[in-house]
């Protein structure tokens, strides 16, 4: 750092040379690289020959990426950085002087939810809203109640858990099982997918919890396993990899139904076009609505005295022992709260789906919801949603990205690259903000003032 | 058996003489070959404060575990006697319950405070049963029922009662892990008397403070036993400390009892300079048959 500041002081004329020759370095180091990653290619034809193909365009998008990427951290982004941070040094941080939007940010978001689907409408007529309310609103929305019930576990009670899907396949197997063979409505379900989850999270949580740290992750990660296998190998009831469809949709309170054929359709009681779209805005109200309940929980326990001691327990173990907490049955409520929220959502997933199968509830799903409560910054509500939108809506956002076939060829398939992506973001957002995107903690009593805990003073936990 | 104690206690609660709160008899630990504490008894009466020293590695911090419950002694019996005469037999009980039922708390060496909570929320979290049983488990909590608001409310004055004492009022929102180290060690304390202890057990509360910190200590520690009634059982290094405030000193060394009595008696015995200033190898026999001797003479004398 000390020698940029440097040149930058020297000369501006040195500083521009510097960046020429670094990008050029760069774009030479990137051709080298990617001189066979992409810019040859091996196929077969028909006749079985080995033939050359060759992708110099795109191998020409990497190498300008990466000489232009350079020269312009170098150039600009190097010094724009030092200079801010000698202005934030200079002048000492003014707290509580938000703007605004920053205050209210979690009111403003709520209400834009509420509108969200009316938007879409407007916007791009009831057909075109499709996409928008379901492939992103939901979507998106599902992750984010999936990593708030996580965060129950993670963020808060500090117990690292690698098999959360486990939970949401229990909630989505509840549903489509019994809806199927009872015929129960999803209003009755929908809590027994929850409590069954929960119930399913206490069974694992007994056992496992007196382990700690990295053998409570791995035990976790095999659970997960554990449960995705049986439902596969347990073909009578789950009908294995094919997995269960026609799973029943959920109606309005068993006031208006959405099937086609019913006589209290939703769309002809409102003499509305037939039209799907008008589901997914209900579900996309459903799954908003259980999202805010999960935050609304999570907040309110967070002032009763589990929510403490399971931030206690975060901190430090033995102490929490040593002031008289039962630190097993802490444990496992933070364990089932969060299972129970998982239930809920998994519920919410056979119906928006009407089909399940353990495809569905693979690790990497696990991973997924992870990595959204920490990037999101642990135990804050509102970092989580917005890494999950970033996450999730940024994966979708690949699917619209189409005009990058014209730079790679027919062939390019943007979405198969957002695996890349999530990684790349998350190396990014880890070394710009280690903490997550909130790092501080908002205290859940205060005598005078509420004053943020900064993240340096919290811990992620051990066990 | 039960209303007799209930007249002694009341008759006795201030005096020196007080009943015995906590009995430790014939207490030993082993750590496969190595035994921490070898048959080790001792008694702590109720509205002292009892110390526990000994040279390093002597073994105090084995029995504190034992009798906290964070280790199982291999052999022995520890009662904690509570006002009301109800008996609890530590050695059989979890850590958690030994705080939550015996009414026994402790501090820690290495201090452990929740570093990401503020000061205030440490206290609440000690008050955790207390708010548990209020909020109905946490379910009529949820509901916001006026119950639990009360107990709340109550909770916090208790931790505001604790702060005043401990200095700390004024970072009540501050975190924890923000306060400098004799704050922390105070705050350990005030902590741990947020559980509405009877017999409090410090591990070092005096290391690392400076003179000035270390008399507010002893001035806390004071104040805490006048006014809340609690026994304490300190483990210290500080001589100024545990010859100040202490009411009955038991030394030991190598798991072993060498001495116990008045902080006077305990100062001369000659065991204890020994212990504490070391003798040569060839001078031990030596050293040994003079204490034999005095003690001969202190047995003819009594």
């Known amino acids: 750092m000390a020698n940029i500041s440097n040149t930058q002081e020297s000369a501006g004329g040195n500083l521009t040379a510097r960046a020429l020759r670094e990008g ?17 290619e091996t196929t077969q034809n028909i006749r079985n020959e080995l033939v050359l193909k060759t992708h110099w365009v795109a191998l020409a998008v990497f190498v300008a990426l990466g000489a232009v990427g350079r020269f312009l951290v170098v150039a600009y982004v190097r010094p724009w950085m030092a200079a801010r941070k000698a202005a934030a040094a200079a002048k000492p941080a003014v707290e ?41 609103g939901i979507q998106i929305l599902i992750y984010v109640m999936l990593a708030w019930g996580l965060n129950i576990v993670v963020g808060l009670a500090g117990l690292l858990d690698l098999g959360y899907v486990a939970f949401y396949a229990v909630g989505a197997y509840s549903y489509a099982l019994l809806s199927q063979h009872f015929g129960l409505s999803f209003w009755i379900l929908l809590p027994l997918a929850g409590i069954l ?78 039209s799907s779209a008008y589901y997914k ?28 001691a399971w931030e206690a327990l975060r901190e430090d173990e033995i102490a929490c022992r040593s002031l008289g907490i039962n630190t097993v049955t802490t444990k496992l409520t933070a364990f089932a709260t969060g299972a129970m929220f998982g239930g809920f959502a998994g519920s919410f997933f056979a119906v928006r789906q009407g089909f399940v199968s353990p495809e569905s509830f693979v690790f990497l799903e696990s991973a997924i919801i992870l990595a959204i409560v920490v990037l999101g910054g642990m135990g804050s509500l509102v970092g989580i949603a917005v890494a999950a939108a970033l ?27 957002r695996m890349l992506i999530f990684g790349v973001a998350m190396v990014v957002v880890m070394v710009w903000k280690p903490r997550g995107f909130v790092g501080s903690r908002e205290p859940t009593a205060f005598l005078k003032e509420r004053k943020a805990v900064s993240g340096s003073f919290t811990k992620e936990g051990h066990g | 058996m039960a209303p007799e104690t209930n007249i002694a206690t009341s008759t006795m609660a201030n005096t020196m003489t007080g009943d015995p709160i906590l009995k430790v008899e014939h ?121 639990y608001r009360q107990a709340a409310g109550e909770a916090i004055d208790v931790a505001k009662h604790w702060l005043e004492k401990a200095h700390l009022i004024e970072r009540a929102d501050d975190p924890a892990g923000d ?17 509405g202890p009877e017999f409090l057990c410090l591990d070092e509360p005096a290391a690392g403070l400076n003179p000035r910190e270390s008399l507010a200590l002893n001035e806390l520690l004071r104040s ?71 003690e001969e003479t202190q047995g003819d004398t009594h």
């Open chain 2, 179 to 195: 306060l400098p180290y004799g704050a922390q060690r105070r705050l350990e304390i005030a902590r741990a008397m947020c559980t």
């Open chain 1, 281 to 308: 805005v209900f579900l996309f109200y459903l799954i908003l609505a259980l999202a805010l309940l999960t935050a609304y929980v999570t907040i309110r326990l967070r002032r009763m005295p589990i929510g403490r």
């Open chain 1, 24 to 40: 050029l370095f760069a774009g030479l180091l990137s051709l080298g690289l990617f001189v066979l990653f992409v810019g040859l």
């Open chain 1, 96 to 136: 509580g002087d938000e703007s605004f939007l920053k205050r209210n940010f979690s009111k403003i978001a709520i209400a834009f939810m509420l509108v969200y689907p009316i938007l879409a409408m407007a916007i791009f007529g009831v057909q075109g809203s499709l996409k928008w309310v379901d492939n992103f």
């Open chain 1, 391 to 417: 996450m999730v809506g940024g994966t979708e956002l690949l699917r619209e990205m189409q005009f990058l076939k014209q730079i790679f060829g027919p062939d390019f398939t943007p979405e198969l690259y």
């Open chain 2, 224 to 294: 805490i036993r006048q006014d809340s009634g609690t026994s304490i059982l300190l483990i210290e290094h500080d001589m100024s400390v545990v010859m100040e405030i202490s009411d009955h000193v038991v030394v030991l060394e190598y798991g072993q009892k060498i001495s116990d009595g008045t902080p006077d008696h305990v100062k001369n015995d000659p065991k204890v300079i020994a212990a504490y200033l070391g003798v040569e190898d060839d001078e031990v026999e030596e050293v040994i048959e003079e204490i034999e001797e005095i």
């Open chain 2, 27 to 147: 207490l030993s630990m082993r750590f496969g070959g190595l035994m921490a504490i070898n048959d080790f008894s001792f008694e702590a009466r109720r509205g002292d404060i009892t110390a526990l020293i000994g040279p390093n590695g002597a073994g105090k911090t084995t029995v504190f575990n034992c009798i906290t419950g964070f280790y199982k002694p291999t052999m022995g019996m520890i009662t904690m006697r509570q006002k009301e005469g109800k008996e609890f037999l530590l050695e059989r009980m979890a850590d958690f319950e030994i705080t939550r039922d015996a009414k026994v708390a402790r501090t820690f060496q290495n201090i452990r405070l929740f570093s990401g909570l503020t000061v205030l929320e440490n206290l609440l979290v000690a008050q955790h049963n207390v708010l548990m049983k209020a909020s109905g488990y946490t379910i009529l909590g949820l509901l916001g029922l006026p119950a």
């Open chain 1, 197 to 274: 989850a929960a119930f399913w999270g206490i069974i694992l949580g007994f056992p496992v919890l007196r382990l700690k740290g990295d053998y409570l992750a791995i035990v976790t990660l095999a659970f997960g396993e554990i449960i995705r296998l049986v439902l596969i190998n347990w073909t009578e009831v789950t009908k294995g990899t094919f997995g269960v469809s026609g799973i029943p949709k959920a109606s309005v309170f068993g006031i208006w139904s959405f099937d086609v054929s019913a006589p209290n359709n939703f769309a002809k009681a409102f003499g509305l076009s037939m």
